[in-house]
Structures are given as structure tokens and as C-alpha cells.
């Protein structure tokens, strides 16, 4: 949206992804407000396909569709670091359960972004390692059982009109605050660098 907001006239511009609707990991309101703002800014979105190839002047989507177009720009394609004695998935991730326990084996966990879960967020990450914490906690010294890892997104869309909040309740009319420290939404991290002094974590000035 912020390229489509500088394109000259006659330009325009397209999204191809596999996704149902845009963004909707985020869930429905969010999804909802996405596919609103796309459509304001003249993006259109083509759903459930894949980019194959860029051939003819054309992009070519994975169910036969060319997309005749100037010019094609990929996202990069995540994968993981392999570590040694450690399952991963066909990506490189670690393959966990929703208590951040690694498959088969019973005294490991993960959380965050080496995991097989999807999304890559800072504040998802936090949110794994509370439950991996409560999970270690339980199984170490019968502290009460660990609530499963129920992912909640926040997300803040910067678009050429100011940022959108597409966090829990998006859709709603709670004002976003922009704030750096809050863009890690975790439940100690947040209030954490909050309260920080840049200098004594180390950051330059
Ligand atoms: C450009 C960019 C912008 C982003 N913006 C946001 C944002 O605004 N909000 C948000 O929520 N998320 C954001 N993210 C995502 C967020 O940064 C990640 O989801 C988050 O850092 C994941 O945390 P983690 O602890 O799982 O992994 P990491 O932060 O990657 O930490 C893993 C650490 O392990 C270290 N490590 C790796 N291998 C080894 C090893 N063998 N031995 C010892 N140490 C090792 C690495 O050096 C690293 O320090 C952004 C990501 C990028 C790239």
C-alpha cells in the first residue's frame, strides 16, 4: 500500500498469495480492514494460488494464470537453522506441540521463530516462551498445568495514511499508540523496554 500510494498514474499494482483473504491469520475483522485498505488503494489481490514463474513478461501462478506484468517482487522464502540431534520440518523449523515441547522428545521445548509455527512475530515469540516457561514449571516441580499455545496478533499495517491497528479487537475504535517499544507486543517485554534505559541494554546511541 505504501508503493501503491507513489505509483503514477496508469500504474497498478497486484498481490498474488495463497491465502483465503489477505492477512487472515490475523482473523477476520483484521483480514476484513486489510482487504478494505487494499482495495482503497487500488492493490488487487489475486487468493489461493502461488507465483510459479516470471515468464513472457507475465507472472505465471501455479494453477496456469499469467498475470501480465512490468515487473514481479517475491517475499524471501523462510527456513530454518538445522540443529544437530533436533527434528525439523521440511523448512529446517522445529516441530513442536502447543506447549513448545519438541516432537518425540520428552525433556526438550522451543519457542519463537526456530519453531514450525508459521508466523514469525516477536510478540507470538513471548507469548511461546510463557507457555513453554509454565510447561518446564509443571513438569519440573508440579506447578499447575500450562495453559496451550493460543496465538494472539498483534499488528500495526503502516500505510501511507497512518498506521492501522490490526491487533485483538481490530475493527473497534481503540486508537493505536505507535509506540517503538510496544512494536514487541509481550507480556514482560513490552513493559520491560518500556521501562528501559536504552544505554544500559547495550544500544548505541
Ligand atoms: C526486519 C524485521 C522486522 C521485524 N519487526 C517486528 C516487529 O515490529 N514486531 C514483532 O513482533 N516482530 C518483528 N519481527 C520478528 C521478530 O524479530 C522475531 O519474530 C523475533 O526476534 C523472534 O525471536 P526469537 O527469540 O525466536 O529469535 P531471534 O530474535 O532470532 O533470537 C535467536 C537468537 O539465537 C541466536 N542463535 C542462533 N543460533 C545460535 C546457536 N547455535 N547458538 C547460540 N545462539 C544462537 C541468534 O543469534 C539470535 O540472537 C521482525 C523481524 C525482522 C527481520
Known amino acids: 500500500m505504501l508503493i501503491a500510494a507513489e ?55 501455479t494453477d496456469g494464470r499469467r498475470i501480465e506484468t512490468d515487473l ?13 540431534g533436533l527434528p525439523y520440518d521440511e523448512q529446517g523449523f522445529i516441530p513442536v506441540d502447543d506447549f513448545g515441547q519438541i516432537d518425540q522428545h520428552s525433556r526438550e521445548f522451543a519457542a519463537g521463530d526456530v519453531t514450525s509455527f508459521p508466523v514469525k512475530f516477536g510478540g507470538l515469540a513471548t507469548e511461546q516462551a510463557d507457555v513453554v516457561a509454565a510447561a518446564i514449571a509443571a513438569a519440573a516441580w508440579a506447578a499447575p498445568a500450562p495453559e496451550p499455545f493460543k496465538p494472539v496478533y498483534h499488528g500495526t499495517l503502516l500505510t501511507a495514511d497512518g498506521p492501522v491497528d490490526l491487533g485483538p479487537g481490530a475493527g473497534g475504535s481503540e486508537p493505536y499508540a505507535w509506540d517503538p517499544a510496544e512494536k514487541v507486543q509481550g507480556k514482560y517485554l513490552t513493559p520491560f523496554l518500556k521501562a528501559a534505559d536504552p544505554a544500559a541494554l547495550g544500544a548505541e546511541e
Open 7 to 61: 505509483l503514477d498514474s496508469g500504474a497498478s499494482m497486484t498481490i498474488v498469495t495463497p491465502e483465503k483473504a489477505p492477512l487472515e491469520l490475523f482473523g477476520k475483522a483484521a483480514s476484513e480492514k486489510v482487504a478494505a485498505l487494499l482495495r482503497d488503494h487500488n492493490v488487487e489481490t489475486v487468493l489461493e494460488t502461488a507465483p510459479a514463474e516470471y515468464r513472457d513478461s507475465a507472472l505465471v501462478t
Open 72 to 84: 514481479a517482487v517475491t517475499v524471501p522464502t523462510l527456513t530454518g537453522h538445522l540443529i544437530p
